[in-house]
């Protein structure tokens, strides 16, 4: 079976000067839980090739034992830099979708409308669908059958709190929280910075970086 992770190709966090893109745990972690669990893995982002690294993803108290597997693994290092372009890629080929987050995806993948076309194509056709951190932030303009995706359903994602304690509530183009409860989203959320996991469905939101692991296991879980 083979996975689809799409990773934003933004790497501009606003107008601060500062660089973004995606949170490296958010990655790092899935990648590593489907790998280990014998799935074929393929990335893609909207523009192909090396996707940008939020640098906060990296510094000292951001390392996990996932994202130290992943500096030490030159393979995944190399399949990481050359990520198809998203426009290539069919749903057909592919029996789940995940979103790895970090606060690019908020700026591309959110409006990125072959991102959502895909989306809907997977959810349409009953293919697990998962997102974690800000990257439920994809679901922003995704609908099924004339209605926001997220309507209705059980969802978590990076929270207002969580927003504010990075002190970057004002520079987002818009808080992942209050989307989904804008769009109909049953949203909760556990403890800031605990891994939380929500389920209903076929479609898996985890809250924060902690959250991976536990996202793409629920993911795995809805395949097996």
């Known amino acids: 079976m083979n996975i689809l992770?799409?990773?934003?190709?933004?790497?501009?966090?606003?107008?601060?000067?500062?660089?973004?893109?995606?949170?490296?745990e958010e990655f790092a972690a899935p990648y590593y839980v489907f790998k280990d669990a014998g799935m074929k893995v393929?990335?893609?982002?909207?523009?192909?090739?090396?996707p940008p690294v939020d640098p906060n993803s990296q510094t000292d108290d951001a390392r996990t034992a996932a994202t130290e597997r992943f500096?030490?693994?030159?393979?995944?290092?190399?399949?990481?830099?050359?990520?198809?372009?998203?426009?290539?890629?069919?749903?057909t080929d592919y029996c789940a979708i995940f979103y790895p987050g970090g606060h690019?995806?908020?700026?591309?993948?959110?409006?990125?409308k072959?991102?959502?076309a895909l989306i809907e194509a997977f959810y349409k056709a009953q293919k697990p669908?998962?997102?974690?951190?800000?990257?439920?932030?994809?679901?922003?303009?995704?609908?099924?059958?004339?209605?926001?995706?997220?309507?209705?359903?059980?969802v978590t994602g990076f929270s207002n709190s969580e927003e504010a304690a990075v002190e970057l509530t004002e520079v987002v183009p818009f808080l992942v929280e209050d989307m989904l409860k804008e769009r109909g989203g049953k949203y909760s959320c556990g403890d800031d910075w605990a891994?939380?996991?929500?389920?209903?469905?076929h479609l898996v939101t985890g809250q924060n970086p902690?959250?991976?692991e536990d996202a793409a296991k629920a993911l795995l879980a809805l395949l097996n």
């Not at 393929?42 to 090396?50: C, F, I, V």
């Not at 995806?105 to 409006?111: S, T, Y």
């Not at 004339?146 to 359903?153: E, I």
């Not at 891994?195 to 469905?201: H, L, N, P, R």
Request: charged residues 15%.
């Open 71 to 91: 500096n030490q693994d030159p393979v995944a290092q190399k399949a990481l830099s050359v990520t198809r372009v998203l426009s290539t890629v069919n749903a």
């Open 129 to 154: 669908v998962g997102a974690v951190c800000h990257a439920p932030g994809v679901f922003r303009h995704t609908k099924i059958d004339g209605k926001a995706l997220v309507a209705g359903k059980a």
């Open 104 to 112: 690019g995806p908020l700026w591309d993948l959110a409006e990125d």
């Open 114 to 116: 072959t991102s959502i």
């Open 195 to 201: 891994s939380y996991v929500v389920t209903d469905g």
């Open 5 to 24: 992770m799409v990773l934003t190709s933004h790497d501009q966090l606003g107008e601060t000067g500062n660089n973004t893109g995606f949170w490296l």
């Open 42 to 50: 393929t990335l893609a982002s909207p523009m192909g090739g090396q």
């Open 210 to 212: 902690a959250s991976s």
